[in-house]
Protein backbone atom coordinates (compact mmCIF):
# COMPACT_ATOMS: atom_id res chain seq x y z
CA UNK A 1 0.00 0.00 0.00
CA UNK A 2 1.07 3.62 -0.35
CA UNK A 3 0.45 6.61 2.17
CA UNK A 4 -1.66 9.91 0.63
CA UNK A 5 0.38 12.72 -0.30
CA UNK A 6 2.70 14.08 2.20
CA UNK A 7 2.01 17.54 2.90
CA UNK A 8 4.62 19.70 4.14
CA UNK A 9 4.75 23.04 6.89
CA UNK A 10 7.22 25.70 8.37
CA UNK A 11 8.38 25.36 11.63
CA UNK A 12 9.16 28.44 13.56
CA UNK A 13 12.66 27.70 13.40
CA UNK A 14 12.52 27.83 9.77
CA UNK A 15 12.94 24.08 8.85
CA UNK A 16 10.46 22.19 7.16
CA UNK A 17 8.44 19.40 8.47
CA UNK A 18 7.03 16.92 5.82
CA UNK A 19 3.67 14.61 7.16
CA UNK A 20 0.55 12.54 6.01
CA UNK A 21 -3.32 12.73 6.96
CA UNK A 22 -5.74 10.60 6.52
CA UNK A 23 -9.08 10.44 7.38
CA UNK A 24 -11.95 12.45 9.11
CA UNK A 25 -10.62 15.34 11.11
CA UNK A 26 -13.62 14.79 13.38
CA UNK A 27 -12.85 11.75 14.19
CA UNK A 28 -10.28 10.69 16.91
CA UNK A 29 -6.70 11.81 16.38
CA UNK A 30 -4.05 9.19 16.22
CA UNK A 31 -0.56 10.49 16.08
CA UNK A 32 1.85 7.99 14.58
CA UNK A 33 5.36 8.38 15.78
CA UNK A 34 7.95 6.03 13.95
CA UNK A 35 11.31 5.24 14.98
CA UNK A 36 14.77 5.33 13.57
CA UNK A 37 15.82 4.87 10.32
CA UNK A 38 12.57 5.25 8.97
CA UNK A 39 9.97 7.66 8.40
CA UNK A 40 5.92 7.80 7.85
CA UNK A 41 6.50 4.87 5.81
CA UNK A 42 6.80 2.90 8.38
CA UNK A 43 2.77 3.01 8.48
CA UNK A 44 2.20 2.61 4.67
CA UNK A 45 0.34 -0.98 5.65
CA UNK A 46 -1.79 0.48 8.44
CA UNK A 47 -3.05 3.92 7.40
CA UNK A 48 -5.68 3.02 5.04
CA UNK A 49 -7.31 1.41 7.44
CA UNK A 50 -6.88 3.57 10.93
CA UNK A 51 -8.53 6.20 8.76
CA UNK A 52 -11.90 4.11 9.01
CA UNK A 53 -11.95 5.15 13.03
CA UNK A 54 -9.48 8.05 13.60
CA UNK A 55 -7.66 11.15 11.62
CA UNK A 56 -4.21 10.19 11.35
CA UNK A 57 -1.55 12.35 11.30
CA UNK A 58 1.78 10.40 10.80
CA UNK A 59 4.71 12.92 10.57
CA UNK A 60 8.84 11.91 9.71
CA UNK A 61 10.07 13.28 12.38
CA UNK A 62 13.06 16.01 11.69
CA UNK A 63 15.73 14.75 10.44
CA UNK A 64 14.03 11.41 9.07
CA UNK A 65 12.32 10.86 5.73
CA UNK A 66 11.29 13.84 3.61
CA UNK A 67 11.41 16.12 7.09
CA UNK A 68 14.33 18.55 7.06
CA UNK A 69 17.18 18.35 9.33
CA UNK A 70 16.58 20.52 12.67
CA UNK A 71 19.32 23.39 13.64
CA UNK A 72 19.74 21.35 16.65
CA UNK A 73 19.39 18.06 16.98
CA UNK A 74 17.42 16.53 19.95
CA UNK A 75 14.71 14.85 20.93
CA UNK A 76 13.76 17.91 22.68
CA UNK A 77 13.82 19.46 19.81
CA UNK A 78 11.73 17.07 17.78
CA UNK A 79 9.11 16.84 20.50
CA UNK A 80 8.25 20.94 20.09
CA UNK A 81 8.38 20.38 16.02
CA UNK A 82 5.54 17.30 16.68
CA UNK A 83 3.86 19.99 19.21
CA UNK A 84 3.92 22.61 16.50
CA UNK A 85 2.12 20.45 14.15
CA UNK A 86 -0.63 19.08 16.24
CA UNK A 87 -1.39 23.47 17.08
CA UNK A 88 -1.16 23.20 13.00
CA UNK A 89 -3.87 20.91 12.70
CA UNK A 90 -5.61 21.89 15.78
CA UNK A 91 -5.72 18.87 17.36
CA UNK A 92 -6.82 17.99 20.95
CA UNK A 93 -7.32 15.19 22.58
CA UNK A 94 -4.91 12.47 20.54
CA UNK A 95 -4.44 9.03 20.38
CA UNK A 96 -0.36 8.51 20.31
CA UNK A 97 1.51 5.54 18.72
CA UNK A 98 5.19 5.24 20.06
CA UNK A 99 7.92 3.37 18.59
CA UNK A 100 11.62 3.02 19.04
CA UNK A 101 13.12 6.94 18.90
CA UNK A 102 9.21 7.72 18.60
CA UNK A 103 8.95 6.86 21.95
CA UNK A 104 11.43 9.55 23.27
CA UNK A 105 9.19 12.17 21.74
CA UNK A 106 5.72 10.93 21.99
CA UNK A 107 5.79 10.38 26.15
CA UNK A 108 7.02 13.94 26.16
CA UNK A 109 4.30 15.49 24.15
CA UNK A 110 1.74 13.24 26.63
CA UNK A 111 3.33 14.41 29.74
CA UNK A 112 3.51 18.22 28.80
CA UNK A 113 -0.68 17.63 28.02
CA UNK A 114 -1.71 14.50 29.83
CA UNK A 115 -5.28 15.61 29.87
CA UNK A 116 -5.67 15.55 25.76
CA UNK A 117 -4.12 11.65 25.74
CA UNK A 118 -6.78 9.88 24.70
CA UNK A 119 -4.91 6.06 25.03
CA UNK A 120 -1.07 4.98 24.07
CA UNK A 121 -0.39 2.46 21.39
CA UNK A 122 2.94 1.03 22.37
CA UNK A 123 5.22 -1.32 19.91
CA UNK A 124 8.32 -1.77 20.48
CA UNK A 125 9.07 1.37 22.59
CA UNK A 126 11.57 2.19 25.35
CA UNK A 127 11.05 3.49 28.72
CA UNK A 128 12.51 1.68 31.55
CA UNK A 129 15.98 0.55 32.48
CA UNK A 130 14.92 -3.14 31.62
CA UNK A 131 14.85 -2.15 27.74
CA UNK A 132 18.50 -1.82 28.03
CA UNK A 133 19.66 -5.13 26.52
CA UNK A 134 23.49 -6.23 25.79
CA UNK A 135 23.46 -4.40 22.48
CA UNK A 136 23.33 -0.97 24.26
CA UNK A 137 26.73 -1.49 26.80
CA UNK A 138 28.34 0.85 24.32
CA UNK A 139 26.34 3.59 23.73
CA UNK A 140 26.12 3.54 28.28
CA UNK A 141 29.40 4.25 28.11
CA UNK A 142 29.54 6.85 25.42
CA UNK A 143 27.33 9.22 27.72
CA UNK A 144 29.14 8.45 30.67
CA UNK A 145 32.73 8.57 29.16
CA UNK A 146 31.97 10.92 25.86
CA UNK A 147 34.64 10.35 23.99
CA UNK A 148 35.36 9.61 20.19
CA UNK A 149 36.07 6.64 20.81
CA UNK A 150 33.42 5.73 22.52
CA UNK A 151 30.90 7.11 19.83
CA UNK A 152 32.23 5.37 17.35
CA UNK A 153 31.40 2.30 19.34
CA UNK A 154 28.31 3.33 20.30
CA UNK A 155 26.99 4.09 16.58
CA UNK A 156 27.44 1.04 14.59
CA UNK A 157 24.07 1.03 13.52
CA UNK A 158 25.17 4.16 11.20
CA UNK A 159 26.43 1.35 7.74
CA UNK A 160 24.04 0.06 5.45
CA UNK A 161 24.03 -3.47 7.69
CA UNK A 162 23.02 -2.47 10.25
CA UNK A 163 20.39 -0.60 8.59
CA UNK A 164 19.07 -4.05 7.42
CA UNK A 165 19.37 -5.49 9.94
CA UNK A 166 16.97 -3.21 12.09
CA UNK A 167 14.34 -4.95 9.84
CA UNK A 168 15.72 -8.83 10.35
CA UNK A 169 17.70 -8.90 12.94
CA UNK A 170 16.53 -11.76 15.36
CA UNK A 171 13.68 -12.90 13.11
CA UNK A 172 13.46 -16.36 11.96
CA UNK A 173 13.50 -17.18 8.51
CA UNK A 174 10.36 -17.71 7.28
CA UNK A 175 9.21 -14.19 8.93
CA UNK A 176 11.97 -12.85 7.51
CA UNK A 177 10.76 -13.81 4.17
CA UNK A 178 7.25 -12.25 4.30
CA UNK A 179 8.78 -8.36 4.12
CA UNK A 180 7.66 -6.95 0.96
CA UNK A 181 11.19 -5.77 -1.05
CA UNK A 182 14.17 -4.01 1.15
CA UNK A 183 12.50 -1.06 2.85
CA UNK A 184 16.14 -0.61 4.50
CA UNK A 185 17.33 0.48 1.16
CA UNK A 186 15.24 3.47 0.81
CA UNK A 187 16.22 4.38 4.58
CA UNK A 188 20.02 4.08 3.64
CA UNK A 189 19.58 6.39 1.11
CA UNK A 190 17.81 8.87 2.86
CA UNK A 191 20.39 8.10 5.55
CA UNK A 192 23.37 9.08 3.63
CA UNK A 193 21.59 13.10 2.40
CA UNK A 194 23.45 15.93 3.58
CA UNK A 195 23.30 16.68 7.25
CA UNK A 196 21.29 13.04 8.33
CA UNK A 197 24.35 11.03 9.65
CA UNK A 198 25.38 13.62 11.74
CA UNK A 199 22.03 13.97 13.34
CA UNK A 200 21.75 10.62 14.10
CA UNK A 201 24.91 10.93 16.09
CA UNK A 202 23.63 13.85 18.16
CA UNK A 203 20.07 11.95 18.84
CA UNK A 204 21.82 8.95 20.18
CA UNK A 205 24.03 11.12 22.35
CA UNK A 206 21.19 12.83 23.41
CA UNK A 207 18.83 9.39 23.88
CA UNK A 208 20.55 9.64 27.45
CA UNK A 209 18.26 12.13 28.49
CA UNK A 210 15.61 10.13 27.40
CA UNK A 211 16.64 7.14 29.90
CA UNK A 212 17.16 10.02 32.82
CA UNK A 213 13.80 10.77 32.43
CA UNK A 214 12.66 7.21 33.16
CA UNK A 215 11.56 8.12 36.78
CA UNK A 216 9.68 10.97 35.29
CA UNK A 217 7.99 8.95 32.69
CA UNK A 218 6.94 6.11 35.69
CA UNK A 219 5.70 8.92 37.57
CA UNK A 220 3.18 10.13 34.89
CA UNK A 221 1.78 6.52 33.67
CA UNK A 222 1.35 5.80 37.53
CA UNK A 223 -0.45 8.65 38.19
CA UNK A 224 -2.58 9.00 34.71
CA UNK A 225 -2.86 5.10 33.75
CA UNK A 226 -3.79 6.33 29.93
CA UNK A 227 -5.85 3.35 28.43
CA UNK A 228 -2.84 1.78 26.64
CA UNK A 229 -2.40 -0.96 23.66
CA UNK A 230 0.86 -3.23 23.76
CA UNK A 231 2.21 -5.03 19.84
CA UNK A 232 5.66 -6.48 20.49
CA UNK A 233 7.54 -8.63 18.38
CA UNK A 234 9.46 -10.98 20.48
CA UNK A 235 12.56 -11.12 18.16
CA UNK A 236 13.43 -7.40 18.89
CA UNK A 237 17.28 -7.47 19.11
CA UNK A 238 17.51 -4.31 21.07
CA UNK A 239 14.96 -3.79 23.23
CA UNK A 240 14.98 -6.72 26.10
CA UNK A 241 11.60 -8.37 26.39
CA UNK A 242 11.93 -7.47 29.81
CA UNK A 243 10.96 -4.40 29.06
CA UNK A 244 7.15 -5.72 28.36
CA UNK A 245 6.75 -6.52 31.98
CA UNK A 246 7.36 -2.92 33.24
CA UNK A 247 5.01 -1.75 30.80
CA UNK A 248 2.51 -3.71 32.26
CA UNK A 249 3.75 -3.14 35.83
CA UNK A 250 3.25 0.40 34.93
CA UNK A 251 -0.38 0.15 33.32
CA UNK A 252 -1.79 -3.46 34.73
CA UNK A 253 -4.77 -2.87 32.82
CA UNK A 254 -2.99 -2.34 29.52
CA UNK A 255 -4.12 -5.01 26.47
CA UNK A 256 -0.85 -6.47 25.51
CA UNK A 257 -0.04 -8.15 22.58
CA UNK A 258 3.42 -10.39 21.57
CA UNK A 259 3.80 -10.93 18.35
CA UNK A 260 6.34 -13.34 15.81
CA UNK A 261 7.97 -10.50 14.83
CA UNK A 262 10.56 -8.18 15.61
CA UNK A 263 11.51 -4.34 15.75
CA UNK A 264 9.53 -3.33 12.56
CA UNK A 265 6.75 -5.53 13.65
CA UNK A 266 4.30 -3.75 11.07
CA UNK A 267 6.49 -5.35 8.40
CA UNK A 268 5.55 -8.34 9.25
CA UNK A 269 2.35 -8.18 10.92
CA UNK A 270 0.78 -5.34 9.83
CA UNK A 271 -3.07 -6.90 9.69
CA UNK A 272 -3.47 -8.21 13.12
CA UNK A 273 -1.73 -4.99 14.40
CA UNK A 274 -4.61 -2.43 12.90
CA UNK A 275 -7.32 -5.15 13.35
CA UNK A 276 -6.43 -4.42 17.21
CA UNK A 277 -5.51 -0.85 17.09
CA UNK A 278 -8.99 -0.25 15.36
CA UNK A 279 -10.38 -1.97 17.74
CA UNK A 280 -8.86 -0.45 20.69
CA UNK A 281 -9.54 3.22 19.28
CA UNK A 282 -13.20 2.40 18.89
CA UNK A 283 -13.73 0.63 22.41
CA UNK A 284 -11.62 3.19 23.90
CA UNK A 285 -13.33 6.10 22.46
CA UNK A 286 -16.53 4.40 23.07
CA UNK A 287 -15.78 4.43 26.44
CA UNK A 288 -14.97 7.82 26.66
CA UNK A 289 -18.36 8.85 24.99
CA UNK A 290 -20.38 6.76 27.71
CA UNK A 291 -18.18 8.10 30.95
CA UNK A 292 -17.88 11.85 29.98
CA UNK A 293 -16.74 11.91 34.01
CA UNK A 294 -13.62 10.35 33.03
CA UNK A 295 -12.92 13.59 30.95
CA UNK A 296 -14.09 15.49 33.56
CA UNK A 297 -12.22 13.83 35.47
CA UNK A 298 -9.04 14.34 34.15
CA UNK A 299 -9.19 18.06 33.72
CA UNK A 300 -9.72 18.50 37.44
CA UNK A 301 -6.44 16.84 37.58
CA UNK A 302 -4.50 18.88 35.80
CA UNK A 303 -6.29 21.90 37.01
CA UNK A 304 -5.09 21.03 40.86
CA UNK A 305 -2.20 19.46 39.69
CA UNK A 306 -0.45 22.02 37.67
CA UNK A 307 3.39 20.11 38.87
CA UNK A 308 1.99 17.73 36.43
CA UNK A 309 3.82 19.18 33.55
CA UNK A 310 6.93 18.07 35.40
CA UNK A 311 6.42 14.67 36.79
CA UNK A 312 8.38 14.99 39.71
CA UNK A 313 10.94 12.28 39.83
CA UNK A 314 11.54 10.02 42.67
CA UNK A 315 9.66 6.98 41.74
CA UNK A 316 11.35 3.46 41.48
CA UNK A 317 12.12 2.73 37.71
CA UNK A 318 12.36 -0.94 36.65
Known amino acids: MSLPAQRRMRLSGGTELAYVTAGDPSNPALLLLHGFPSSSRTFRDVVPGLARVAYVIAPDLPGHGQ ?38 VGLQI ?35 EPTKENEAAATPDLTFEFTREQYTGGLPEEVAATIKGEPWVE ?26 RFDAIAGYLEK ?42 LETHAEPALSLMMDFIKRTQERLTQFPSLLAQTRLQRR ?6 EIKQGRRST
Open 187 to 212: DWRVMNLPGRMETHRALIGDYKNHAA
Open 224 to 265: WQPPALMLWGRHEPYFDIAETLSWMQDLPRMEAHIFDGGHFL
Open 67 to 104: SDVPPTPSFAAISEAISELLAHLVIGRRFIYVHDWGTA
Open 304 to 309: FHPANR
Open 110 to 144: AMQAPELVSGLIIQNANAHRTGFGPLWDAALKFWS
